[in-house]
């Protein structure tokens, strides 16, 4: 039998190129190894605030976009958190056994509480307690995730063995799976590539927009001039390149950038091409599946009853350990 992988992305906006190189192409490769469950977490977004007239958009965008990415729906599951009623249970019981020490240590909510200060919310506090209950719920062993998350598997093993050595054995220790591009860094070349900062190149962008985006995104910072050579391993450029282009061309852009044998620019717009060559499919699947929309659906609503049967076998096992089967799983004559 196959081990079970467990991933999630949240529905908060477009899909970037540091959610593809980070998580999504990894999970790709890993679809015939690995028993694969992906979850667009609706209720991980909700804890930032959202337009709720967006979310239908948003959910039907990550679903889409990971499908035309790759993310075969026949070799692998993928459904909506929401759908799936348990993870919230699972969550609640999860928190009677997480210490909050724990969770305020978590540089996830750090960040967000800063960013978001007119909204610190107990969901975002209790993020992490949720996403563990994403994973234990169907006893995944591995993670594929960027190394922002690494600290949330960590927590994960952290509640499976504080409930197992409560109430007896039922969960794995789910381990994280790094790509070979664990942080991708945004268009500013100072912050990780993210929806928030409007710092990214988005999936599904057009030629145009993407080369509109590079032209003007941060380089070696202390190559002011054309003729000045620059050091490419600082330039989050050569960077990109190394995930996009052949060894040829990322030979020929680091040669030529310590010998300002090419500018900046040039060496943009081979990066622009290449990105441009591995998007475009992408973005033509897309748009045919953006105009089959009942597709996608199906493809949730098949990956949550899938998800909803492991999900109550699960609940039922953790409820017996808990004592808390009561009139559900136990003849009345043997309490
Ligand atoms: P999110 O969009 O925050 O739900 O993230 C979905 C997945 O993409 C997670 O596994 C993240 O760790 C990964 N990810 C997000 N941003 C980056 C980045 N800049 N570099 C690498 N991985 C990322
Ligand atoms: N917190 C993850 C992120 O921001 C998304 C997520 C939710 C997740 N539940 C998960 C990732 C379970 C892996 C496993 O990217």
Same mark, same amino acid.
């Given at each position: 039998m196959k081990k079970r992988l467990f991933s999630g992305i949240q529905p908060t906006g477009e899909v970037h190129i540091g959610n593809y190189l980070g998580a999504i192409k990894n999970w790709i490769r890993l679809l015939d190894q690995y028993d694969c469950i992906f979850s667009i977490v609706d209720y991980h977004a909700i804890t930032v605030e959202l337009d709720p007239r967006e979310m239908p958009q948003n959910i039907m965008h990550v679903a889409t976009v990971n499908i035309a990415a790759g993310l075969d729906p026949e070799r692998s599951t993928l459904f909506l958190q929401?759908?799936?009623p348990e993870h919230t249970e699972l969550a609640w019981i999860f928190n009677t056994v997480t210490p909050i020490g724990h969770l305020e240590r978590m540089t996830q909510f750090k960040e967000k509480a800063q960013l978001y200060k007119h909204n610190i919310n107990a969901g975002l506090f209790d993020y992490p307690v949720l996403q563990a209950a994403d994973i234990l719920?169907? /006893?995944?062993e591995v993670v594929p995730v960027g190394e922002d998350q690494v600290q949330h598997i960590e927590l994960s093993r952290e509640i499976s063995r504080k409930f197992n050595t409560r109430?007896?054995?039922?969960?794995p220790e789910p381990q994280e799976l790094l790509s070979d591009a664990p942080r991708i860094m945004g268009l500013d070349a100072k912050?990780?590539?993210s929806k928030s900062l409007n710092n990214y190149i988005g999936l599904l962008e057009s030629p145009e927009a993407i080369w509109k985006k590079l032209s003007v995104a941060v380089t070696d910072?202390?190559? /002011?001039?054309?003729s000045d050579p620059g050091t490419p391993e600082i330039c989050n450029i050569y960077h990109l390149h190394r995930y996009f282009s052949s060894p040829k061309e990322i030979d020929w852009s680091a040669q030529g950038c310590r010998t300002a044998g090419i500018g900046c620019l040039e060496c943009k717009k081979c990066l622009s091409d290449n990105i441009i060559k591995e998007l475009t499919p992408i973005r033509e699947k897309a748009k045919e599946l953006f105009d089959n929309p009942d597709s996608v659906q199906d493809v949730l609503r098949r990956g949550a009853e899938r998800c909803k049967e492991i999900a109550q076998e699960t609940m039922k096992e953790v409820k017996s350990k808990m004592g808390l089967h009561l009139g559900l799983y136990t003849e009345p004559s043997k309490i």
């Open positions: 929401s759908h799936v719920l169907y /006893k995944a109430y007896g054995e039922v969960f912050n990780k590539m910072p202390a190559r /002011k001039k054309r």
